[in-house]
């Protein structure tokens, strides 16, 4: 995906939605004095500074492929522009965390043993990511994308099941030898205002869709009426708000101790 697709502004705004995942994974992990905690796929770094005060003693160190995410991160933890795919943290480190970013580089399952190399023994290795990819939303997304109106241009960008469940996780991870805690959990987010649901996807799963525009708001912005007339069938407004399920996949491992 093009490193600058990211709009901090749009992504921010289900900002503690978006954040409650993170905690729930940071939750599991049983660090008590780390000293290098690494968050891969940082955006904008507020979430990171949460793990500069669980663990202040630390050197907390924030990296993302965005320089506009990077861009409005907070003082305190230590920033950078980096690709998760190639993201060499050069000393060993004690904690790794990443935060819905895997379902976005196809080759995820290749990554994570390199990731285990990086850690030092006893290190934990958190991520979750979205395990929606069958949800009506994004049903809709490949139903549109795929229409004669918009299938030459968009088709190539739909995504389908980059994700895999947790039981192949665990068994990945467990073959390395780690300690593996692996969970599923959906979400059932009570969105406001109107088009929630649309409002929503704009700042993840339609990036892509949305960088292919560029500046051409006349075709983005057809684009998007299309989307909207079928989620908010799929999705309706009710007097309380829009209720929005959104599975994510969770998982923490830690490095075995030498025996």
């Known amino acids: 995906m093009s490193r600058d697709m990211w ?3 749009v992504y921010g705004r289900y900002a503690g939605e978006r954040a409650r995942p993170f905690f729930d994974l940071v939750a599991r992990i049983g660090a008590d004095d780390p000293e290098y905690v690494v968050d891969i796929g940082c955006g904008t770094g507020e979430l990171t500074a949460e793990l500069a005060r669980r663990w202040p003693q630390a050197t907390v160190h924030g990296v993302d492929s965005s320089p506009a995410m990077i861009a409005k991160a907070p003082p305190g933890p230590e920033f950078s522009v980096g690709d998760a795919r190639t993201w060499d943290p050069g000393r ?8 819905a970013v895997l379902q976005w580089i196809p080759e995820h399952r290749e990554l994570l043993p390199r990731w285990v ?3 030092r023994p006893g290190g934990w290795l958190a991520f979750q990511m979205p395990g929606n990819f069958d949800a009506p939303s994004h049903q809709i997304i490949r139903r549109v994308c795929d229409s ?3 299938r030459d241009e968009l088709s190539d960008l739909v995504r389908y099941q980059p994700a895999g469940d947790p039981a192949s996780y665990l068994a ?11 969970w599923e959990t959906t979400y059932v987010h009570l969105l406001s205002g109107e088009n929630a649901a649309l409002n929503w996807i704009m700042g993840t799963a339609l990036r892509p869709m949305l960088d292919h525009f560029g500046p051409d708001q006349e075709r983005r912005d057809a684009f998007l009426d299309d989307c909207a007339v079928a989620l908010t069938t799929a999705y309706p407004r009710e007097p309380y708000g829009t209720a929005f399920p959104f599975r994510r996949i969770f998982v923490v491992a830690r490095r075995p101790l030498p025996s």
Do not use: F, K, T
């Open 92 to 99: 060993p480190v004690d904690v790794i965390v990443s935060n």
């Open 172 to 182: 990945l991870l467990a073959g390395l030898g780690c300690e593996v805690d692996a």
């Open 117 to 119: 190399g990086h850690l």
């Open 148 to 150: 004669a109106a918009w």
């Open 7 to 9: 709009d901090p502004a």
